[in-house]
């Protein structure tokens, strides 16, 4: 595995024109879990101590290589606070993983983790692939969760799993990359399904493959499609 912002020769048309796939994830979790920070350690290998509440939706991306297909994930944020957060359909319309945030040191945080499960469920696609992550495993002094409490509600609810901390970067790459591995698999799953359908028909029926497969496509275009830029203030 590998990632890459850019090519080293070609610029990011030459990137834009390698891309198999197109992944958009989400990021939720109550206010202050630090969603944001998780998403600036994985696409600008950033940190900020002093982040802004989110307000409104932004997105970040990063290109990386999954059992040789050239992935680019597409990550959204928005905020924690109810108050501040975007038409919620339209934010998990079309992602395929959602990183479900809590802080191990705010209980509170992971007790809601239910309520964020239900909407997930409501809102988004049956078969988006979820990652619990419980951020801030630097402040083992402050602990709030046990590993155990989350570990087993992973397991009941079908969800990967990763205690992460975005201040020093631990496991947010691999936490990433296992939910993008996981959307491959799904991905691929769909595709094989797809092909099998076609062939049970004798190739009659035209079967489509919800999302992710694309052509070519410029890199602003494809940025540009379906979102709006609403907030870019990290700190
Ligand atoms: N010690 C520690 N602090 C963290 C970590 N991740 C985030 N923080 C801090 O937690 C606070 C909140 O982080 P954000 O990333 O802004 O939280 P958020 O979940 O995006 O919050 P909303 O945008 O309001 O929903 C900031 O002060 C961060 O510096 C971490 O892994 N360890
Ligand atoms: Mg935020």
């Known amino acids: 595995m590998n990632s890459d912002g850019e090519s080293e020769n070609g610029g990011p048309q030459s990137v834009a024109e390698k891309i198999d796939y197109v992944f958009k994830v989400v990021v939720i979790g109550d206010s202050a879990v630090g969603k944001t920070q998780i998403l600036a350690r994985f696409t600008k290998n950033d940190f900020c101590f002093d982040s802004k509440s989110t307000i409104g939706v932004e997105f970040q991306t990063r290109t990386l290589t999954i059992n040789s297909k050239v992935i680019k994930a597409q990550i959204w944020d928005t905020a924690g606070q109810e108050r501040y957060r975007a038409v919620t359909s339209a934010y998990y319309r079309g992602a395929l993983g959602a990183m479900l945030v809590y802080d191990i040191t705010k209980r509170q945080s992971f007790d809601h983790v239910a309520r964020w499960v239900e909407e997930l469920r409501a809102h988004a696609d049956n078969s988006i ?16 969760v046990p590993t155990e409490d989350a570990v087993e509600f992973a397991e009941n609810q079908g969800l990967f799993f990763s205690e992460t901390s975005a201040l020093n970067g631990d496991n947010v790459e691999s936490a990433f990359f296992k939910l993008l591995e996981g959307i491959y698999g799904q991905v691929s799953k769909k595709a ?3 092909d099998e359908g076609k062939f049970n028909n004798g190739g009659s029926n ?5 999302g992710s497969k694309i052509d070519v496509i410029s890199g602003s275009e494809l940025e540009m499609s379906e ?4 907030s870019s203030c990290y700190c």
């Not at 979820?130 to 083992?140: E, P, Q, R, S």
């Open 192 to 194: 094989l399904e797809c």
């Open 227 to 230: 979102m709006k830029k609403l």
């Open 206 to 210: 035209t079967l489509m493959l919800k």
């Open 129 to 144: 692939v979820i990652m619990l992550i419980g951020n801030k495993a630097d402040l083992v002094d402050l602990r709030a």
